[in-house]
Structure formats: structure tokens, C-alpha cells
């Protein structure tokens, strides 16, 4: 059964530069692509960075050059460093286990429980 768990959240200033990390207790990872999603009170859920098993990546407009999604095969986990950080960035984060073709990420139905990153103003 796959169990993710999401860490590095909390209350962060405007700008500030936190790592969101989500580590996969399964023992195949390599295989699958990855992704970041978040959700902000009374939003829906959006795909903020996904990456494949290749390491191709995708992001949202509103992170673009200020996410950057990795992952490190050898310890089962996919960050998602996250900088210049502003207010409407505050959201739950959930890390997603899911597929990858045509340069499109396709969702899983294995999520963590979130992680919350609050960003003040």
C-alpha cells in the first residue's frame, strides 16, 4: 500500500524560500511520476508541478520560475522547492503518486495528507 507523507510546510514570510518534501514508503518509486498539488480555502485543488520518471517537468503559470519540482530515486522522496513566496501561495500542499505521456501528468489516486503553507504578508 503506498503511503506518502508530505513535511516542510508552515507559517512563512513573503519571499521566504521553504522545501516541501514527500517521501514514498513504497519500494518502486522510479516508475512513476510525481506531483504537487495544492488547495487553498474554497479553491479547488490545482496541479502546481508534476515530474516524470525521467525528470521532464511541468508547472503551473502562477510558480513558474519560482517552484522547482525534483526527486531523489535513492530516498523515495520529490521536493518541491518553493521561492519568492507570496500570500496567494497559501494553501494545503499534497504530494500525488500518477502517470505521465505526452508531456500531460495524469493524477493517481494515492495522495498524502498535506502539508500547510501559510505565507504572511
Excluded at 522547492?81 to 507570496?86: A, G, P, T, W
Aim: charged content about 20%; glycine content about 12%; overall charge positive.
Amino acid at each position: 500500500q503506498v503511503q506518502l507523507v508530505e513535511s516542510g510546510g508552515g507559517l512563512v514570510q513573503a519571499g521566504g524560500s521553504p522545501r516541501l518534501s514527500c517521501a514514498d514508503s513504497r519500494r518502486i518509486f522510479t516508475i512513476d511520476a510525481m506531483a504537487w498539488y495544492r488547495q487553498a480555502p474554497g479553491k479547488q485543488r490545482e496541479l502546481v508541478a508534476a515530474i516524470s520518471s525521467g525528470g521532464s517537468t511541468k508547472y503551473a503559470d502562477s510558480v513558474k520560475g519560482r517552484f522547482t519540482i525534483s526527486r531523489d530515486n535513492a530516498k523515495n522522496t520529490v521536493y518541491l522547492q518553493m521561492n519568492s513566496l507570496k500570500p496567494e501561495d497559501t494553501a494545503v500542499y499534497y504530494c500525488n503518486i500518477g502517470g505521465w505521456n505526452s508531456g500531460r501528468y495524469y493524477p493517481g489516486d494515492s495522495w498524502g495528507q498535506g502539508t500547510q503553507v501559510t505565507v504572511s504578508s
